[in-house]
């Protein structure tokens, strides 16, 4: 049974798992974010910001063409400065810790420490883009802005070399933390989505019983398995899957009568290995796998 | 229908409310808290920690892996909404002027102080530096500060600048600007510089301070010392602090990373770095008033008396400020 799945399997490859206690006490696990999730929400984010950055230009621009002076020049100062400086803060703390981008992609940010997302946490962690991402791209696109002439290659090197670090930082760094995360004290995680299926023990009366010898042959684990058998999507190659698992269910428990359909068969054997350790737990007795 | 299933029957009995919370949560994710109404608003949270308790009791006794992951899946969302940034704004900015602003200034000022200890140093060294040697003026002073200002230039040119007759009144208002933003953005890039254990925050605040003192050093030889000061306190004031509190903002996050003290580094950083990013912000708003002197009433008021009170009311008002607001409570 075990080969067919590792349930764990999704967990380790896709999502770093991390648990923040609510202010009620109970512990809830979040999925980090991913580091390429992070990259397209920013990119996102990023295009709007130039694109607020060069609309703004447009207006300054289009003053000149109507022949006005130049009083309009400190607003559009102001209006630059205002987007790069505001623009990731006004959204987290405006949308719940989303910017256009994160909520497109859908991410969220938390506070580490479990409770409410706060104010200067978002601001705090806003700051340190300066350094950790414009800095690195103004590098990137226009090193002339940054190092004179006069600056001699290994200071560029060093200087360079430290950048990439500070921008790469959620690469290397404990729950894909970057600068700001780590001076806020925030984490950013994917925004959880799970449906509601219906209770596979709960359709129809059971057409097979079992004694408690039996359905001490598995622990949970198995248990688990067997749900997402039963929850797989119907294909020709699934009828075979089931065929297979029950075949070995009840050569494990040693089930001696014919079986009409298979489907059904796992069906009831869930429902009653479940109530069976379900009974166990209300005892303080949970049992892990067959092993155990 | 099975007898004996107890997490079977816990459902049942919970799922219509996991369900109203359920349509409440994907609300306020598409439109924000105000998609729903007062009274829905209202019986959000209870609903959350109703949802919290299954949860709990879900992972006591349920072993439908689907219904364990729906209600994490929901409490996390729920989490987001409840837990989510939500005051108003003029509230936090009520707040932050009147009283988080203040404290922190008075909580971190062995920082601040070492920031204003290495400005005020620069400053004396960039005096003692070009009335020295003033060939080191162009070396020590960018152009776009030095406004075409230097040794070099005459009597006449230096009076004309601190005086404005030069009459571009418009380009200087877009110049203050300027120099707001830019040194708004100074600020913001001291303290995320706090990041390299401060090294790069102490030469900042030093050049700062070398800069004007070269400055002066320059008015200074032409008999035009008082007329300068009086031409960059009034504005000076408030930028000198903001430099200095962005500089002290970085001490405080150089400090956590060095001697975290208590807790560990990365805890130390989360608790400290809101604060620095508080500093910050204040020191943004300053430099906002200081651009607004720059702009506006350095053009307009020309008397060398009412250029010292503005400088002596400044800083009073600060004294004041950062000594006693928010105090109490």
């Known amino acids: 049974m075990k080969a067919l799945r590792d349930p764990f399997e999704g967990n380790v490859g896709a999502a770093l798992q991390r648990e923040v206690v609510t202010p009620e006490g109970v512990p809830l696990l979040w999925s980090v974010a991913t580091v390429g999730d992070r990259a397209v929400a920013f990119v996102i984010d990023l295009a709007l910001v130039i694109a607020s950055f060069a609309g703004l230009w447009l207006v300054a621009v289009a003053a000149v063409f109507a022949g006005s002076t130049d009083w309009w020049l400190p607003f559009v100062l102001l209006g630059l400065f205002l987007i790069r400086n505001t623009y990731f803060t006004f959204f987290e703390l405006r949308w719940q810790g989303a910017t256009p981008g994160k909520r497109i992609v859908g991410l969220r940010v938390l506070d580490r420490r479990g409770g409410p997302l706060r104010a200067d946490a978002v601001v705090a962690r806003n700051l340190t883009r300066e350094l950790e991402t414009f800095l690195p791209l103004t590098v990137l696109l226009a090193p002339a802005q940054v190092w004179s002439d006069a600056v001699p290659g290994w200071v560029k090197g060093l200087t360079g070399l430290w950048l990439a670090v500070a921008a790469l930082l959620p690469l290397f760094s404990r729950d894909r933390l970057r600068i700001g995360d780590l001076v806020a004290g925030t984490l950013v995680v994917t925004r959880p989505r799970v449906a509601l299926l219906a209770d596979l023990a709960e359709s129809r009366p059971a057409r097979h019983e079992f004694t408690a010898g039996q359905l001490r042959a598995y622990g949970e684990y198995e248990l688990h398995v067997l749900e997402d058998v039963l929850r797989a999507e119907r294909t020709p190659e699934h009828r075979r899957t089931i065929a297979a698992v029950a075949a070995k269910v009840r050569e494990k428990i040693g089930w001696g009568e014919s079986v009409a359909d298979d489907e059904v068969f796992l069906a009831d054997f869930y429902a009653a290995e479940r109530a069976h350790l379900e009974r166990g737990m209300l005892l303080g007795k949970r049992r892990a796998d067959k092993h155990a | ?329």
């Not at chain 2, 919970?14 to 306020?28: D, H, N, P, T, Y």
């Not at chain 2, 075409?148 to 418009?170: C, F, H, M, N």
């Not at chain 2, 200095?244 to 001697?259: E, K, T």
């Not at chain 2, 400088?311 to 400020?321: I, S, W």
């Open chain 2, 1 to 329: 229908m099975r007898a004996g299933l107890r997490s079977a029957d816990f459902r049942r009995e919970r799922e219509a409310s996991w369900r109203r919370l359920e349509g409440l949560v994907a609300r306020v994710e598409r439109g924000g808290l105000r998609a729903l109404g007062g009274d829905e608003l209202a019986r959000l949270p209870a609903l959350y920690r109703a949802a919290l308790s299954s949860l709990s009791v879900a992972r006591a006794i349920s072993l439908d892996r689907n219904v364990v992951e729906y209600l994490e899946a929901l409490c996390a969302r729920a989490y987001c909404c409840v837990y989510g940034t939500k005051r108003h704004l003029r509230e936090v900015a009520r707040e932050f002027v009147a009283e988080r602003f203040p404290r922190t200034v008075r909580r971190y000022w062995r920082e601040v102080a070492l920031a204003v200890a290495l400005l005020v140093a620069g400053t004396g060294l960039g005096l003692a530096l070009v009335t020295r040697d003033p060939e080191l003026y162009w070396s020590l002073v960018p152009d776009s500060i030095a406004q075409s200002r230097d040794p070099a230039s005459t009597t006449e040119e230096l009076r004309d600048i601190l005086y404005d007759r030069v009459g571009w009144k418009q380009a200087l208002v877009t110049f203050a600007t300027f120099l707001f933003t830019h040194n708004a953005q100074v600020g913001i890039f001291s303290f995320a510089l706090g990041f390299l254990a401060g090294v790069p925050v102490v030469l900042l605040a030093l050049w700062n301070g070398v800069i004007l003192g070269a400055m002066g050093a320059v008015h200074h030889e032409r008999g035009l010392g008082a007329d300068f000061w009086g031409w960059v306190l009034p504005h000076g004031v408030p930028e000198l602090s903001a430099i200095a509190l962005c500089g002290g903002a970085g001490f405080v996050i150089a400090r956590s990373l060095v001697f975290p003290g208590r807790h560990g580094r990365l805890e130390s950083l989360a608790l400290r770095g809101r604060d620095a990013g508080v500093l910050v912000v204040g020191a943004i708003g300053m430099l906002f008033v200081a651009g607004l002197i720059e702009g506006i009433f350095r053009q307009t008021v020309h008397s060398m008396g009412a250029r010292y009170a503005l400088v002596a009311a400044g800083t009073l008002a600060e004294v004041l400020y950062f000594g006693w607001a928010g105090r109490g409570r």
